[in-house]
C-alpha cells in the first residue's frame, strides 16, 4: 500500500473527486492536516526512485546488485564480514539467486570470495578496492548532500523526523527506523575508502 494512500478508518477508501483540497490531490480522507506531510513524502519516494534509476545506470547494474554492494559497503565499515547466508538473509533473495549475483559481481571485479579465518567449510566476502573506489564516487556527494540536509535540523525535529519515519514503516507494516545506522543503510560517504 503507498504511505500516502491510507485507507479510511471506517471502511474503503472513498473515491477522489475533482476539484480542490485532499481529494483532489489524490488522498483518502476528509481532512487536510496531513496533506503536505505526505506529499512531502511522495516527493521523497519518487526522488529516491529516480536516484536509484541513475546510480544503476551509472553503474552498469540492477537494483539487487546494487544493494547488495551498498549492504557490504556497511558491514566492512561496521568491521564484519559478510557470508553468502547472510548477504542472502539481508537482500531477502534465495541461495540460489545470491549464488548468482555473486558470481556475477566476482566475474565484474567487484567482490571477492575468501576463506573464513576459523571454518574452512565457509566463506566471506569482500568488496574488492575498485568496488569501493566506485561505491565512494558514485554514492558519496548523494550521501554527503543528505547528511548536509539532516545536519540543518535541530535536534528536536530530527527527534520528529525519526519517529514520524518509524511510524510510517510501521504503518507499512516494516521494521521500524532506528536512529543508527542499519546494515541496510549504506555506508557513510567515507565508509568505501576504508
Do not use: C
Request: glycine share 8%; charged share 30%; net charge positive.
Amino acid at each position: 500500500m503507498d504511505p500516502t494512500h491510507p485507507r479510511a478508518p471506517d471502511g474503503p477508501a472513498p473515491r477522489a473527486t475533482r476539484g480542490d483540497g485532499p481529494r483532489a490531490a489524490g488522498y483518502w480522507y476528509e481532512t487536510a492536516d496531513a496533506t503536505p506531510v505526505l506529499t512531502a513524502v511522495r516527493g521523497f519516494l519518487r526522488a529516491d526512485e529516480a536516484m536509484r534509476r541513475r546510480l544503476r545506470h551509472a553503474m552498469d547494474m540492477n537494483e539487487t546488485d546494487l544493494r547488495a554492494l551498498r549492504v557490504m559497503a556497511a558491514a566492512e565499515l561496521a568491521q564484519r564480514r559478510l557470508s553468502p547466508r547472510d548477504l542472502s538473509r539481508e537482500l531477502g533473495i534465495s541461495t540460489a539467486s545470491t549464488t548468482k549475483l555473486i558470481d556475477r559481481l566476482e566475474a565484474e571485479g567487484r567482490l571477492r570470495r575468501e576463506p573464513h579465518p576459523t571454518d574452512r567449510r565457509a566463506l566471506r566476502l569482500v568488496l574488492t578496492p575498485d568496488a569501493h573506489r566506485e561505491v565512494r564516487e558514485t554514492l558519496g556527494a548523494m550521501h554527503g548532500r543528505m547528511r548536509a540536509a539532516a545536519d540543518e535540523l535541530s535536534p528536536a525535529d530530527r527527534d520528529a523526523v525519526v519517529r514520524f519515519l518509524g511510524a510510517l514503516a510501521t504503518a507499512l507494516g516494516g521494521p521500524g527506523v532506528s536512529p543508527g545506522p542499519g546494515p541496510g543503510s549504506g555506508p557513510a560517504p567515507h565508509a568505501a575508502s576504508r
